[in-house]
């Protein structure tokens, strides 16, 4: 355990934020569905098409480091690389912006991706989504992105309570979910809070931000933000996705915790080791030689390296957690709709910017009924209460929070806050926006409506 945790106090000694700029790094990894004009998704060889298209204009191929195919294409920024890509399925393309020192800048980035998309999507037919799930294509592992990271999950968390077997498994479902995820930097006592204050206010933002309750054709009965509780089908037990079980003490805390969850792969030459035999990843750790499975079902003998530990923070789903890169990820969010998605990336950083307030403002409030106002969220946004939690009270005072985050920055960014105000006076979330388009005219009405 000891080692891990210095491994942790290593990164964020590597990764501290610079002291200009205001100290912070900001960065968007932004997720949407592909579709066609009848909102079912694009065809594989449209993607292929999409990292043909930006190599053209002078990015980088990025291959998987296993089939040495190409898939994804990435350029230079500022302080890392913008990549785009495929996660879970390949009909949802991710971008993942260079992270910059403000929103101004990150929007600046927006709209350069957006003129970079603009005649691939004409050219070939097909939209990018400004919304949190596949509307018509219901899951399946002919949606899967064939890589290296892809082959493992049913290997390791297999199951078919949602999707037929011959559908695939249940990790199918996240070749639908589509979100808009915000990395901020922060220092290593920063870290902590920063985690706790995301993860408090979860129900808050989701309350604000649902958009996924057209999927399958049709609208889901029961939520609003379909594409959160996807997390939850898949993995009902083990405190690994949505918020903790608690918030945690500091950095010893947080890494007791996630070194106690059952570590998923590592990587061997580009090769992933699938590891079944460890309760924990700090049991694997610990382990010299250690023994995995190859993908020809061989057990193998691994030594366990540094960069299994980062490779392991990918290996958990809280709604924030801190990154491989020793930022803190608040992913917690549906994609939003055109003209909006930078509104999480402000209310993140708002937060981030004002973790005092943030520590002030969600003590009244028991953990446990924090955890039930991300479910209730999901289920209705803003237009509900239960005991223990007025959400609409709760987002409330983040709102205020987050705007006194960036209003101490001193640089007008509160600006981009105002989508998520305007939603607060209404009590509507854009997912009941999407529902009247849906009503209204049909899937057509709502990819028109929601195309970037």
Same mark, same amino acid.
């Given at each position: ?9 290593a990164?964020?000694?590597e990764?501290?934020p ?28 449209a ?35 913008? *990549? ?5 399925? &390949? ?13 101004f800048d990150l ?8 003129e ?8 070939q037919? *097909?939209?990018?989504?400004? &919304? ?5 294509t ?38 639908l979910?589509?979100?808009t ?33 057209v ?12 594409s ?9 037990d083990?405190?690994?996705?949505? *918020? ?25 030459d ?6 079944k035999?460890y ?6 750790y ?6 995995g499975?190859?993908?020809?079902g061989?057990? *193998?003998?691994?030594?366990?390296e ?11 789903? &809280?709604n ?5 890169? &020793? ?6 969010n ?49 237009a ?11 987002a ?5 929070v987050a ?39 049909g ?8 195309t970037?």
């Amino acid at each position: 355990m000891d080692s891990i945790y210095k491994h942790f106090l290593a990164g964020f000694r590597e990764a501290s934020p610079p002291r200009e700029s205001n100290g912070r790094r900001i960065g968007a990894e932004l997720k949407f569905p592909l579709v066609n004009d009848d909102g079912t998704a694009a065809d594989l060889n449209a993607v292929h098409a999409l990292w043909r298209h930006l190599q053209e204009r002078g990015w980088k191929p990025v291959k998987d480091s296993a089939s040495g195919e190409v898939v994804g294409a990435r350029k230079p920024g500022e302080q890392n690389d913008t *990549v785009a890509s495929c996660e879970t399925g &390949y009909c949802k393309p991710e971008f993942s912006l260079a992270h910059v020192s403000n929103l101004f800048d990150l929007a600046e980035e927006l709209r350069e991706l957006t003129e970079e998309l603009r005649p691939f999507d004409r050219r070939q037919r *097909v939209h990018f989504l400004c &919304y949190g799930i596949q509307p018509v294509t219901p899951p399946s592992e002919r949606l899967m992105m064939k890589k290296t990271r892809t082959s493992v999950w049913d290997k390791v968390f297999g199951a078919n309570r949602w999707i037929p077997h011959e559908d695939g498994d249940d990790v199918c479902l996240f070749t639908l979910n589509a979100a808009t995820h915000v990395h901020v930097s922060v220092s290593r006592e920063e870290a902590i809070p920063a985690v706790n204050a995301l993860n408090g206010f979860s129900g808050a933002q989701i309350a604000l931000t649902a958009n996924s309750n057209v999927w399958k054709g049709r609208i889901d009965p029961y939520y609003k933000c379909v594409s959160e509780k996807l997390w939850d089908m898949w993995m009902p037990d083990g405190n690994r996705v949505g *918020v903790p079980e608690k918030p945690f003490k500091d950095l010893k805390d947080y890494v007791r915790t996630i070194a106690g969850f059952r570590p998923v792969y590592v990587k061997r030459d580009g090769v992933p080791i699938i590891l079944k035999r460890y309760k924990s990843f700090a049991s694997y750790y610990r382990t010299r030689p250690a023994t995995g499975i190859d993908p020809d079902g061989n057990e *193998v003998s691994v030594m366990p390296e540094e960069s299994d530990i980062d490779l392991h923070s990918t290996c958990y789903w &809280y709604n924030a957690r801190l990154s491989r890169y &020793y930022t803190v990820e608040n992913r917690t969010n549906d994609q939003q709709p055109p003209g909006e998605l930078l509104c999480v990336s402000a209310l993140t950083l708002g937060l981030v910017s004002a973790l005092d307030e943030c520590k002030e403002a969600l003590a009244p409030y028991d953990w446990q009924n924090l955890r039930r106002a991300r479910d209730a969220a999901c289920r209705s946004a803003p237009a509900r209460q239960f005991d223990g939690v007025d959400l609409v009270g709760l987002a409330t005072t983040m709102l205020d929070v987050a705007r006194d985050g960036l209003c101490n920055r001193g640089l007008g960014e509160e600006e981009f806050l105002l989508p998520l105000e305007e939603r607060l006076a209404t009590k509507r979330c854009p997912a009941d926006e999407a529902e009247d388009l849906f009503s209204q005219g049909g899937i057509e009405y709502l990819v028109a409506a929601r195309t970037l």
